[in-house]
């Protein structure tokens, strides 16, 4: 995936937008936006919405999922993962209870509930705004639980988790690429 950027003032609103195109074999089969809003001084939301569609011969595939993070005073207080595909709808909520987060994530081949005491305070959202720094790991909101975070080299990080590796490339502190290998 390749993107660009942009940035709006609204008042008191900052708005970033990111845009992706998703790539298979080179040929483009959809989109990925990522959105985060300031509101107010104290809270941000963030979306991830991913589209696309691969048709080959007989092999079609349908994803479509969004992610909405808020964020208060750097912690998350709630994501909600919306997915539809062709093996049908699926949904993950992590929310803070005051003092601790309920999670349940039920996706395509992955059922998971926990209970997090831990504030949550880096996404997998959130690299497509910064670079992960010295984080050692990102909070995966489809799956409700995390990746690992590793720098590979000044501009490059891999994110890991149960048996799956994404790169993230980023230029001027701004991410570019992800590639992700087939599963």
């Known amino acids: 995936m390749a993107g660009n950027g942009a940035r709006a003032n609204q008042g008191r609103t900052t708005t970033q937008t990111r845009r992706y195109a998703v790539e298979v074999a080179g040929i483009r089969v959809g989109t990925m936006t990522a959105t985060r809003q300031q509101v107010g ?72 509930r926990a209970t997090e005491t831990q504030p949550i305070t880096y996404t997998v959202t959130d690299q497509f705004f910064e670079e992960p720094g010295n984080r050692s790991r990102a909070f995966a909101e489809y799956f409700g639980d995390y990746f690992s975070l590793s720098r590979s080299s000044p501009t490059t990080y891999r994110s890991r988790r149960d048996g799956r590796e994404d790169e993230y490339q980023y230029a001027n502190g701004q991410l570019i690429t992800i590639i992700k290998p087939p599963p």
């Open 41 to 112: 001084s104290s809270e941000v939301v963030s979306t991830l919405v991913s589209d696309v569609q691969v048709n080959f011969l007989v092999y079609h595939l349908l994803i479509y999922y969004q992610v909405t993070n808020r964020f208060r005073n750097g912690q998350l207080l709630l994501s909600t993962v919306e997915a539809h595909t062709n093996q049908g709808n699926f949904a993950s909520r992590t929310e803070w209870k005051g003092d601790h987060y309920d999670i349940v994530a039920e996706q395509y081949k992955h059922h998971y």
